[in-house]
Nanobody
Framework: VQLQASGGGLVEAGGSLRLSCAAS????????TGWFRQAPGKEREFVGAITGSGDTSRYADSVKGRFSISRDNAKNTVYLQMNSLKPEDTAVYYC????????????????WGQGTQVTVSS
């Protein structure tokens, strides 16, 4: 599985962005897909994840109620909708995929995409 994240950019606080994670390769619908972020000088942190079928998702407390993950398996794409953005959401965002939900949660996913920069100005 090859992953490509896109959709990052510069947005004002309170604004919204939608990131996309496009997959190629094997059957993407069988993979859990997660989003992670890494701010300068900080460790990579879990943002959220969604099962292959899209019926279950989980979010970090820091983004719960503001971010949502969805997927369109017909397009082999997972989305991260980010609303009410805050300056502390500024980071490079990565998507990752694995057959195991627990491995994704522990940032041990087998497949990773390149990051996309999100910058939130105050």
């Amino acid at each position: 599985v090859q992953l490509q994240a896109s959709g990052g950019g510069l947005v004002e606080a309170g604004g919204s962005l939608r990131l996309s994670c496009a997959a190629s390769g094997r059957t993407f619908s069988t993979y859990v897909t997660g989003w992670f972020r890494q701010a300068p000088g900080k460790e990579r942190e879990f943002v959220g994840a969604i099962t292959g079928s899209g019926d279950t998702s989980r979010y970090a407390d820091s983004v719960k109620g503001r971010f949502s993950i969805s997927r369109d398996n017909a397009k082999n794409t997972v989305y991260l909708q980010m609303n009410s953005l805050k300056p502390e959401d500024t980071a490079v965002y990565y998507c990752a995929a694995d057959s195991s939900f627990s491995r994704v949660l522990r940032a041990r996913a087998e497949y990773w995409g390149q990051g996309t920069q999100v910058t939130v100005s105050s």
